[in-house]
């Protein structure tokens, strides 16, 4: 098994009681309504039946069986069975349920629209898929968030910006005429978890994918997505009137610039009547935008929303901004610039705000924009490849780190205002709502390299689609799918996968430290880095560590990045005593000897955080391999490769970073902790010119 099915494999179902029970219902199936979306229906479910059944399913079209249709294709005499069920649909949301009809029972899965109809049969295979009862099944979802997107960091040379599973699926050179069936599996894996659009090039973008001959490219893509569901976004790179349309300038409130793209936008809906609109990141890291002109991120954006009005699409504006010539905190750049803004931008436009004001940390805090800007649609953008996580060989399991980040409490119209009802829209009724996940997605035959890493594509999905799921149970039913239903297997994987991102933290940067990740590549530790030509892209300015001490003061003695949280979260991360000690470093720079709530000195509980990840990374490699019989060779061999990386990764973290801080500490490393056996002039040496993904 090479990985290449990811959660569809629909493994042959060995127990006879489960399926004989399974097969008592699924005599028949009947399809109502006719479109590419019910034929990829009927692909799947014939797919999923032989392969979880083998031959034996389907004989009998007078016993019980499957209907499936949308409502306004389904007869009256199943509608009237439904009726409270089916007022109750919302969105793209389904109903799964059985009924009886003339002496039979039926299981009808329907919705409002094909594309409901299509998440429910997902749903129902899923049921199947992890051995759940069907019996009287009665089940109604919908997503809770409008925009459901993976963001690919594409570029059109096929490397991907942080990408570690090889190179981009999309084959521009080949594509139109050349459709590679990557892209018709891959738009199944997403509508299997209610993704519905994506954005297939990076945010550092190229003006050419807008010019007439990629145009036809992307449409060739975005007709083998409809019937899954998926629109097609792109990145709008800002200057390219100047490049690709012979103008002068991009400025915004330039009439032939704003003509220029509404003209652009037009040709693209005539080819992509479903386009979904632009990606932009401006004024960042270098891209071009409106200030370019003196003009501003509303200028921009507003211009360009006005260009996708007409045909329904919308504008996605990053806010991750920050300047070398802004001497503040970076953390706090993103939310000075934007939160004044709040209510200029037009309302079909979408601020795309990163989880944490930094960048994608093993841990940060939530971003103080989530909340702040009550009259502003605002979407959230999770990072699935793990650009600072150890990239495409370390196990971490990323649902646990968005959790996180949906559960925390803004406090901004009061207790219980979570992230995640700012992401829903609920906390400030939003028009449009939205999330992102920067995809960890390339060639390599498994999709992700690490085949555990598939898990956080299909989390991130299922985040998206409900924000307040629980990390534990989406992985339960991610082992399931992938490997087996066996207790003994998907127990102790689980707990493997929910503590892998703590376990992260600890060998990377435990207690609130953070960006302490080697020059360009960020792949290994560099906390010793200071001579890169922007301040802010130093190590030493995150972690600050000298004789007195290391930390970031962000409270109202230091940078004061605390006042941009509501008051209450304010106060508790300008106290030392209230900070939870996850977020020590990030708000407090603290000596030394500091005593940690369990005792311990900073120093110590530093150095035991160091060791206790590698530990765990031993304790995760030692579960695997007691779980062989479970699983076939190749990908039993392949992910136990993968952890011996792991491990070596984990103890490079500790020993380079203990040896450098303990130039400042002074101090002997803690009982329990092992010492280096390699020097940090060593560490210090090591150089990764060829690193993917830089
Ligand atoms: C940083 C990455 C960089 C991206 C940037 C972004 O290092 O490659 O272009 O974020 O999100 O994390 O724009």
Known sequence: NDGYKLWLQYNYIEDSDIRDNYLSHLNSVQYFGDSETINV???????????????????????????????????????????????????????????????????????????GVLYGTF???????????????NVIDFPKVDIR??????????????????????????????????????????????????????VNSNALILTPHYIEKVKAIADVFRPYGIKVYLTARFSAPIEIGNLETADPLDENVAKWWKDKTAEIYKEIPDFGGFLVKA??????????????????????????????????????????????DRAKQAYSEFVPYDGQFRDNVLIQVKNGAIDFQPREPFHPMFGAMAKTNLMMEFQITQEYMGQGTHLVYQ???????????????????????????????KKITGIAGVANIGTDINWTGHHFLQANWYGFGRMAWNPYLKSSDIAEEWIKMTFTNEKAFVKPVKKMMVSSRETVVNYMTPYGLHHIMATGHHFGPGPWVDNLSRPEWNPVYYHKADENGVGFNRTNTGSNATAQYASAVKEIYNNIETTPEIYLLWFHHIPWDYKLKNGETLWNGLALKYQQGVNEVEEMKSTWNSLKKYIDPQRFKEISMMFDVQLNDAKWWRDSCLLYFQQFSKKPLPKGVEKSKITLEYFKSLKFPFAPGN
């Open 283 to 328: 004024n960042s890291e270098g891209q071009p935008g409106p200030q370019n002109y003196g003009r501003n991120h509303i200028d921009g954006a507003n211009m360009l929303a006005d260009a996708v009005k007409p045909f329904n699409g919308i504008v996605m504006w990053r806010a991750f901004v920050y300047s070398e010539h802004d001497p503040d």
């Open 123 to 137: 749903n129902f295979l899923k049921r199947l898929q992890t051995h759940q009862s069907i019996d009287k099944i």
């Open 41 to 115: 229906i009927k692909e799947e479910i014939s797919l999923a039946m032989k392969s979880l059944f083998g031959n034996d399913y389907l004989k009998n079209i007078n016993k019980n069986g499957l209907i499936i249709g949308a409502t306004s294709n389904l007869n009256t005499k199943i509608l009237k069975k439904l009726k409270n069920e089916i007022s109750n649909i919302q969105k793209d949301g389904f109903v799964i349920k059985q009924v009886k009809i003339g002496g039979i029972k039926q299981i009808v899965i329907t919705a409002k629209t094909d594309i």
């Open 149 to 202: 997107m993976l963001n690919h960091w594409d570029n059109l040379d096929r490397t991907v910006e942080r990408g570690y599973s090889g190179f981009s699926i999309w084959d521009w050179h080949r594509l139109p005429n050349y459709i590679d069936t990557r892209y018709k599996d891959y738009a199944r894996a997403n509508a299997s978890i209610g993704i519905n659009g994506t954005a297939l090039t990076n």
């Open 399 to 429: 649902p646990k780190l968005y959790e996180e980040v949906l559960k925390a409490d803004t406090y901004r119209e009061g207790k219980g205002s979570f992230v995640a009802k700012v992401i829903d829209g609920s906390l400030h009724n």
